[in-house]
């Protein structure tokens, strides 16, 4: 029997958006007041959705202390109270939430206790994102 369990995790973080392609003056225009040079922060919900068989025993999917404690080591302490754009992650690609929620289902990739399904991101009361993985890469990075 499979069963869906999605669990939430918050953090804070800052970032800018800009591209080392464009101009100040292009920067601007692509990415509006998130280009502003001293960068703005979230706080940002995400959430993952992981599937498996229910254990007979436990009845459940996976240990949500084991996911818990996965997500803290992985998620919130590399993340939270952050400047995104510092990240080796972010080296040679633009901040966005979209990159953040590719990056964040990379990591839940590793998790072995469950199969991911799909992160979501909220970024904003007016923003969120999905990203459910790559069919060509098997750790959903692109």
Known sequence: MKAYLSRRYHFSASHRLYSETYDDAQN???????SNPHGHGHNYTVQVTLSG??????????????????????????????????????????????????????I??????????????????NNSFDYAGDAKSPAGRL
């Open 28 to 34: 601007r225009e692509i990415f509006g007041k998130c």
């Open 53 to 106: 068989k229910v254990d007979p025993v436990t009845g459940m999917v996976c240990n949500l202390g084991e996911l818990d404690s996965f997500a803290r080591t992985n998620l919130i302490d590399r993340f939270d109270h952050m400047n995104l754009n510092t990240l080796d992650c972010f080296a040679n690609r633009v901040s966005t939430t979209e990159n953040l929620s590719i990056e964040i289902h990379g």
């Open 108 to 125: 839940f990739a590793r998790f072995r206790s469950a199969h991911l399904e799909r992160v979501h991101v909220e970024e904003t009361s």
